[in-house]
């Protein structure tokens, strides 16, 4: 008898406990979460933007300048990304003259540039060594600031084929291709011809005495 009784108290819990799992009440509430990834191309000068040449010896004439660590600059990008350069204008400008004597109307290509990155695995290499830096017209470069495959590159190429941009990354986590330093060099002679420019000086082919300036412009762009 107590074996039964104990049969249908068992029986009773858990035909309780189904009914009462069975009217389990229940509600939800939803999230819409979305995402904006933007894309992201940061290029920062962390030198002065100012390099002086200032040629006062005949020494400086013939041996030239050579400013190590000119420029650096540091590149973070969320997405592939090429990095080029040029001069903005096709001759220096000049501000001051200190002679009456001499052509004034110097090439940018005086300017010689070496980058510390390695873009020799792209289908442009530019800058491995001292270089001539092209003037605004031998750059390839139009009104709207758009490369060509005759533009220098510091990083990637023009083109979106392999070996022709940089990964995305952090100069901090990737000093070895997202930072570059810029070594510059100019070697007049005498009188001051600029042997090693890529573009001759007309007549008179030798510069004028003064102070000029020119514009370089580095430019970091999603892959082309």
Not at 74 to 87: H, I
Not at 188 to 195: E, I, K, L, N, R
Not at 208 to 220: D, K, N, T
């Amino acid at each position: 008898m107590k074996k039964l009784f104990a049969i249908i108290f068992v029986a009773a819990l858990f035909l309780g406990l189904s009914q009462k799992a069975s009217a389990q009440l229940s509600d939800e509430e939803y999230n819409y979460v979305t995402m904006d990834l933007r894309g992201i191309l940061n290029l920062t000068m962390t030198t002065n933007p100012q390099v002086d040449f200032s040629f006062k010896t005949i020494a400086e004439y013939q041996q030239g300048i050579t400013r190590f660590n000119a420029t650096q600059l540091e590149v973070d990008a969320t997405l592939a990304w090429d990095l080029f350069v040029y001069a903005n204008t096709d001759t220096w400008t000049q501000v001051e003259a200190y002679s009456t004597n001499g052509n004034p109307a110097l090439p940018a290509e005086i300017l010689e540039m070496r980058s510390s990155v390695d873009n020799s695995g792209s289908t442009s290499d530019f800058f491995n060594g001292f270089e001539s830096l092209k003037g605004m017209t031998n750059s390839g470069v139009n009104a709207s600031g758009v490369p060509a495959a005759t533009t220098q590159f510091l990083a990637g190429a023009f083109g979106t084929g392999a070996g022709e941009s940089f990964a995305p990354g952090t100069a901090a986590g990737n000093p070895d291709t997202h930072r570059f330093r810029i070594d510059m060099r100019m070697r007049p002679g005498v009188p001051a011809t600029f042997p090693a420019s890529t573009v001759p000086m007309a007549a008179p082919n030798y510069a004028q005495a003064g102070y000029y300036y020119l514009e370089v412009v580095y430019s970091l762009v999603e892959d082309l």
